[in-house]
């Protein structure tokens, strides 16, 4: 059977009070704003006030009593200051009163909105008004200089439950808030709503993790967006508790209670605290009496989430994928990480000194010179230590020993280590960043230290915790015995999977690789466009064409000679280039704008451009395969009317150089005359032998002279 909040807030089970010891994780005082005949309860901080609900009866409350005999719930507030000696409480605000229940309420950090429970319905009289039906809702004020105005009713308040106790997140873009609705797992459950530009989303169950058979409400979020609440169905001391739980990659950890004696064998709720958590108040009513308001001060900080320490990488593999293929007679992949020798090998392994920034990159090089040839990646690597706790300690000692614990190498860049926790697993607790400690029995301990950090920018507070397993000895021999033991190297992670390695500027021409991509001698690039017969161009061989690219995202225009389908058929052109004094060449990737250089690219890789495949041997006359070829050209050249066309022939370095001209003009001929006879104009085909000029290949094998025997189609600039 589901458990109804009722409409008067008020009616929850609460008890005793006391000092406690040093001892204790908390310090737990009655505040003074607390009476013994009145219900005070669910505090928060306002600027220097502390707002909190009351049924108290005073001149400036209406008296009308429930059924319970409780006065309706009211807002009032009381200055910080005075809370522990003789609190004057008043009236939070005229504009937010009604006859009828008046919160809990909760603020924007930076106070200028305020989100509040109050019963829905507030006009009328209040005895007809107070029943059942009169359910509890969220409404929303805006602060306008000393007023409270703009009382807006949130969109899914409604007449058949509840919604009430709300919360806001320090961004002010989640409100958390608990309701009876029927469709939830128990008597209340919380749930959450997003702020999308000024509309809240529809609100979301936090699910089974938080919510459960029994009733969770009383929502209150930390600095760091940690969430408090109040839960009877979870495993506590009794009653009520409070619970501490946090959000991490959308998922909900398991809520862990607070420590005694601010949670008791009663109810306990309602809680606030300040930034560090150092001190707060919550509700309770340990008395037997009323619910009241404590204040509690931490006496060493509860440790709630700790992860694993995790060690510092600084050995990774690198790799990148070979579809650039190079010649490997005589070129060499080369890393170069900023610092050490450079590597060679296209996947290998580095360890890096430690943190910092390193230049990455992988050239082609010409292994007989050094030469780089190719900027195939490149990119700026922040190898950052990992930001959390760490503890030096030895990892094995002996019962009695003392041994030193230090967390000095904790690691939070552009904050602040406000405090130090250590939990040693036996029962001690101690602060500070450097402890010693002996343990009394053997056994296997875990040792917890935990961090207050606060951030230089944004002033956030956060709590950060790491676990370290440590092992007790009676026996010298056994603790000799473990630590002989080598422990087993972690294998190493490509550097572009571990979580601290931030790589900018990336330059990859693997990662954007494509079929269109060609490969060009860059000869010179500038801001300002250049004229044909700029010097620049005076010793570009008649061998090349010039084409000129303009490149928007760089504002540039780029001078490239040279097209060709992979690296190596390019080096050729880099290597005359940059021996007739062009000491600035560099073959770049680019792929072409035009859609008809592409779809030519295309015929030509899946077809291939050997001239041993298109002509018989030694001969001019076409074989079949050139005459297919040669078909599709056609189909090509009718699809882009206006195009012409370049066809080339090249040989290898075998026979005298003017046999090989001839040769190679004939055989240019012949493809000519072949699109000729076929339809094509004569006045859009140039025809062109180079018989032994250019080489794309190094003539030392069969192999390298049959690349070099090749013809190709280029398209002429209009």
């Not at 050995?315 to 490997?328: G, L, Q, R, Y």
Request: contains cysteine; glycine residues 8%; hydrophobic residues 35%.
């Amino acid at each position: 059977m589901k458990r109804k909040l009722i409409p008067a807030i008020t009616a929850l089970l609460l008890i005793h009070s006391g000092i406690y010891s040093q001892t204790n994780t908390y310090s737990v005082n009655l505040a003074r704003i607390s009476t013994q005949k009145y219900d005070e309860f669910s505090p928060v901080y306002y600027k220097k006030v502390i707002v909190y609900c009351s049924d108290r009866s005073t001149s400036f409350f209406l008296n009308y009593l429930t059924s319970e005999n409780k006065g309706l719930s009211k807002l009032i507030y009381t200055d910080t200051a005075g809370i522990n000696d003789s609190p004057d409480p008043k009236l939070f605000s005229k504009d937010l009163r009604t006859k009828f229940n008046d919160g809990p309420v909760t603020f924007t950090k930076n106070g200028d909105t305020a989100y509040f429970s109050r019963n829905i319905t507030t006009s009328g009289s209040v005895r007809s008004n107070i029943g059942q039906r009169n359910k509890l809702g969220i409404f929303s004020a805006v602060l306008e200089g000393k007023k409270w105005g703009k009382v807006r009713n949130l969109r899914f308040n409604n007449e058949y439950y509840n919604i009430t106790t709300p919360a806001i997140s320090p961004d002010g873009r989640r409100l958390y808030f608990a309701s009876d609705n029927p469709a939830g797992l128990g008597g209340s459950d919380l749930y959450y709503c997003e702020l999308k530009g000024n509309y809240w989303e529809e609100p979301v169950n936090l699910g089974p993790v938080i919510n459960t058979s029994g009733s969770e409400s009383y929502p209150f979020v930390s600095s760091e967006g940690g969430l408090f609440f109040s839960s009877d169905g979870l495993p506590g001391k009794g009653g009520k508790d409070i619970f501490y739980t946090k959000q991490v990659n959308g998922k909900w950890l398991k809520p862990v209670p607070i420590d005694p004696p601010v949670n008791s064998p009663f109810d306990d709720f309602g809680i606030t605290t300040d930034s560090i958590m150092g001190q707060g108040f919550f509700s309770s009513r340990r008395t037997g009496q009323s619910v009241d308001i404590y204040h509690f001060r931490t006496n060493i900080h509860q440790l709630f989430f700790c992860d694993e320490e995790k060690i510092n990488q600084y050995c990774f593999v690198f790799k990148d994928e070979n579809k650039v293929e190079i010649d490997s007679r005589f070129f060499k992949f080369v890393w170069n990480f900023g610092e050490g020798p450079a590597e060679s090998g296209l996947n290998i392994e580095h360890c890096f000194p430690g943190p910092g920034k390193y230049p990455v990159r992988l050239d082609v090089v010409e292994k007989n010179t050094g030469r780089v040839i190719f900027s195939k990646l490149s990119y700026n690597l922040d190898l950052t230590e990992i930001e959390q706790p760490v503890i030096n300690s030895p990892g094995s000692m002996l019962k009695g020993a003392q041994a030193s614990f230090e967390g000095l190498s904790s690691t939070f860049r552009g904050s602040k280590i406000l405090n130090y926790t250590w939990d040693f697993g036996d029962g001690t607790r101690s602060e500070g960043n450097k402890i010693n400690h002996q343990f009394a029995t053997r056994g296997d301990y875990v040792v917890r230290l935990g961090l207050i950090v606060r951030d230089d920018k944004t002033g956030v507070i956060r709590q950060s915790c790491v676990v370290k397993p440590v092992k007790v000895f009676e026996d010298k021999q056994l603790k000799a015995d473990f630590d002989s033991k080598v422990a087993k190297t972690a294998p190493r992670l490509n550097i572009f999977d571990y979580d601290h390695a931030f790589i900018s500027d990336i330059y990859s021409v693997e990662k954007d690789y494509s079929q269109d991509m060609v490969f060009g001698v860059e000869i010179a690039a500038t801001k300002l466009r250049l004229n044909p017969d700029n010097i620049i161009f005076k010793n570009v061989p008649a061998a090349y064409t010039i084409r000129e690219m303009f490149f928007p995202e760089r504002k540039t225009y780029s001078y490239v000679v040279d097209e060709e389908l992979n690296l190596m058929a390019a080096y050729p052109a880099f290597n005359d280039l940059t021996s007739l004094g062009f000491k600035n060449a560099r073959i770049v990737t680019y792929i072409p704008d035009n859609p008809a250089s592409r779809e030519l690219n295309n015929l030509k890789r899946t077809f291939g451009l050997s001239a041993d495949n298109f002509f018989r041997k030694n001969d001019f006359s076409l074989t079949s395969e050139g005459t297919q070829f040669l078909d599709l050209i056609l189909g090509f050249l009718s699809k882009y009317p206006n195009l012409r066309l370049e066809l080339a022939v090249f040989s290898d370095n075998q026979g005298a150089p003017a046999a090989s001209q001839l040769l190679t003009q004939k055989r240019a001929d012949a493809m000519a005359n072949y699109l000729v006879i076929n339809g094509v104009s004569p006045a859009r085909l140039i025809g062109k032998g180079y018989g032994s000029s250019r080489f794309i290949a190094p003539n030392l094998t069969e192999g390298d002279r049959k690349l070099n025997r090749r013809v190709d189609f280029a398209i002429e600039k209009e």
